[in-house]
């Protein structure tokens, strides 16, 4: 099937931008693990360009629109998203879309993944469904895209076509995306050509070019040690050594290059490419290693000129005037371009807590016993889906004309799905407290679709009727009160969840029965302050393990591991003394988040007892 306005760059003179008169959509994107493009949400790719008109060769602190994406900044002119807590560096680029394309309408496409939340296609992916929408097509097949997938728009439903799993889809509106017009800023991504001037010898642009220089260095060489480059192109001057990825050191991502000299290659930076600095320096022999406190480089042998001082770059944490990531990275190009720098050691997490005696930990006031176990299965099991949906609804005499937004059908018409004995097709009901109709079959349909356990979840505004469980597996839940405070809460002490769920084997609730699932990460430390909210956060997550709803069995949201145990929907902090990857404090807005998540779980502080 024809794509038209797919995910393709505009090719002029051999640059991936559009010609200076042609509108186009702009979408930022982030290469993942497994090798597909994931694009950044709406909101981001907003705050992106805002960026890049102010200042094309800046930097974008993503934590400023996104609080889920707080350790992530993105450099303009390497074209990189760093992580600050992890030192992780993913490539990012800018894809443009026809105007009338999904991003350009604020289009999105979602599948509903095993936690039961939605989760965006791939861009191209929603341009090419979207596409197939408008056209009024029944069906999308996905293999040409490298997918398994059908997509049927009667039932909004994507099949895989080789296990024949059934997932959800829906489509809903947002913001479109940037819209720009004429040319593209041409510094974002180095080199940036040459220029006729003549070159300045101050110490700052000798500082800043040749920071660059070991930049493109170290992207080239892993990029001809990848693709199996080994010359440049003639007349390219200064040698370079193939550099591979070491450890990390403080958090950042360092480079040291590898022993053997036949791993040398000719890199394709000549001083034209950066006209401010009259040579390129080579890279030094001994760079970075893992464990050191101070690190003082020269372009000879690692020998500071005399009379030149270290550059310090140290203390720095998030409170300070200089983001710590760019600092970080400042450093460590500094050091690869051969200048003296005096480096510390970056801020880490802080996860645990100083080693406490079993006799510090004391019961949580106000909370029975420190431990909890749960079994297999949930103690109670609902009805019959006919009894379930009869209990929380009323029939509807006069059915008005609007969507069952289960089955897509009008409302006074037949529902989609086959009759159940006793239930009428065109028999329309209205959930109680909310008040939505929908046909009684299409509310069958869905119990039967879900957990079967008596409860019943109003699809448009999600409110629950009767008590929801989950899938979680096996496992215990212990909580006790440890002497020390959180940041942000100096005068009270600290609760500390311990959650242990060991791998085992899933059962007919999970997504593949009788296949392995994984356990990773446990047991997980969970931190709360002991106060009178945190002690009512604490009772409530004892009634969500209760029931079954803190975790569940998927796909990592941050591996991309299948088959394993996963958060479900309920935010904990599992950072004790820090907040450097947004799961610690001082977080003055985490108590009252986590209560309204666990409301939307059916798990409100209407169900406490004082």
Not at 382 to 401: F, I, L, Q, S, W
Not at 467 to 482: A, S
Request: with cysteine; hydrophobic share 30%.
């Amino acid at each position: 099937m024809a794509r038209p306005g797919s995910g393709v760059l505009v090719s002029v003179n051999g640059l991936g931008y559009p010609p200076q008169n042609l509108a186009r959509v702009v979408v930022w994107e982030w290469l993942n693990e497994h090798g597909r493009w994931r694009p950044y949400n709406v909101t981001t790719c907003h705050h992106i360009e805002n960026v890049l008109k102010g200042d094309a060769r800046g930097t974008v602190v993503l934590g400023q629109v996104d609080a889920q994406l707080a350790p992530y900044v993105i450099d303009l002119q390497s074209m990189h998203q760093f992580r600050q807590d992890t030192g992780t560096m993913r490539p990012v680029h800018r894809n443009f879309y026809e105007p009338s394309s999904a991003p350009g309408k604020g289009v999105v496409w979602e599948w509903e993944n095993d936690s039961g939340s939605w989760t965006p296609y791939d861009m191209e992916i929603c341009v090419t469904i979207q596409n197939a929408y408008e056209k009024q097509h029944p069906w999308l097949d996905l293999t040409s895209l490298g997918f398994c997938y059908l997509i049927d728009f009667n039932s909004m439903v994507q099949t895989n076509r080789q296990s024949q799993r059934k997932r959800r889809l829906r489509r809903r509106m947002d913001l479109a995306y940037p819209l720009i017009m004429g040319s593209i800023p041409k510094s974002q991504s180095w080199p940036v050509g040459a220029s006729s001037g003549q070159p300045c010898s101050c110490q700052q642009c000798i500082l800043v070019n040749s920071t660059r220089a070991a930049s493109n260095a170290i992207l080239a060489s892993q990029h001809r040690k990848l693709y199996g480059g080994a010359t440049g192109p003639s007349g390219a001057t200064g040698t370079l050594t193939v550099v591979r990825q070491s450890n990390t050191f403080a958090g950042t991502t360092l480079w040291s290059p590898t022993s053997t000299k036949a791993e040398q290659v000719q890199s394709p930076l000549s001083s034209a490419n950066f006209p401010c600095s009259p040579a390129l320096p080579s890279l030094p022999n001994n760079l970075n290693r893992p464990g050191t406190q101070r690190i003082s480089m020269g372009t000879a042998r690692g020998a500071i000129p005399p009379g030149v001082p270290p550059l310090p770059v140290k203390n720095l944490t998030v409170s300070g005037p200089v983001h710590p990531a760019i600092a970080g990275m400042t450093g460590i190009l500094m050091c690869a371009a051969g200048l003296p720098v005096c480096l510390t050691r970056a801020p880490k997490p802080i996860l645990h807590p100083p080693p406490i005696n079993k006799s510090d930990m004391k019961p949580v006031p106000g909370v029975n016993g420190i431990r909890r176990k749960t079994k297999k299965k949930h103690l109670r099991r609902g009805k019959n889906p006919e009894d379930v949906v009869r209990r929380y609804t009323e029939k509807v005499k006069v059915a008005p004309d609007e969507d069952c937004t289960i089955c897509r059908e009008r409302l006074v018409m037949s529902s989609g799905y086959e009759g159940v004995k006793g239930i009428k097709p065109e028999v329309v009901g209205k959930l109680g407290k909310c008040g939505h109709m929908y046909h009684l079959l299409c509310l069958v349909a869905m119990y039967n679709n879900g957990n079967k356990d008596g409860s019943l979840q109003c699809p448009t505004c999600k409110a629950i009727y009767g008590e929801k469980t989950g899938t979680q597996p096996p496992g215990k839940m212990e909580y006790h009160v440890i002497p020390h405070c959180l940041p942000g809460y100096p005068e009270a002490k600290t609760i500390r969840i311990v959650y242990d769920i060991p791998a085992g084997l899933q059962t007919t609730e999970h997504p593949n029965p009788g296949k392995k699932f994984s356990a990773r990460g446990f047991p997980r430390h969970c931190y709360l302050p002991d106060n009178n909210k945190g002690r009512r956060v604490l009772k409530l997550l004892i009634m969500a393990w209760d029931r079954r709803l803190v975790f569940t069995i998927g796909t990592s949201s941050t591996t991309g591991e299948s088959d394993t145990v996963v958060w479900n929907e309920i935010h904990h902090k599992t950072e004790f003394g820090s907040n450097l990857t947004g799961h610690g404090y001082p977080d003055p807005n985490y108590l009252d988040n986590v209560l309204t998540e666990l409301s939307a779980q059916g798990v409100g502080q209407d169900n406490l007892k004082d």
